[in-house]
């Protein structure tokens, strides 16, 4: 089972990590990776300013939480790799 992560603290700063950059790291790996791969792309965005946990809790939350249908698990609920739904 996935952990829900909160993500009010990365919202208030302006280096903040966003669903659409998320999203952009899929496009960029292709529309379909796993998440370590979405993390690592997501990281190298901005730098040195977030750990690699606070990125991959970031990601996790954003593709959990997705409530659009942007995002969907290629190989079921528990799976990790992640593909654009689109």
Do not use: C
């Not at 208030?12 to 999203?23: H, L, Q």
């Not at 952009?24 to 690592?40: F, Q, S």
């Not at 991959?56 to 959990?64: I, K, S």
């Amino acid at each position: 089972m996935h952990k829900v992560h909160d993500l009010s603290h990365y919202r208030d700063s302006e280096a903040s990590i966003r669903k659409s950059d998320v999203a952009g790291a899929l496009r960029y790996l292709g529309g379909a990776a796993h998440r370590d791969a979405i993390t690592d792309v997501v990281k190298s965005k901005f730098g040195g300013r977030f750990s690699k946990l606070e990125v991959q809790a970031a990601v996790d939350a954003y593709l959990l939480q997705d409530r659009q249908g942007q995002f969907r698990q290629v190989f079921g609920p528990q799976s990790y790799r992640w593909a654009l739904a689109n």
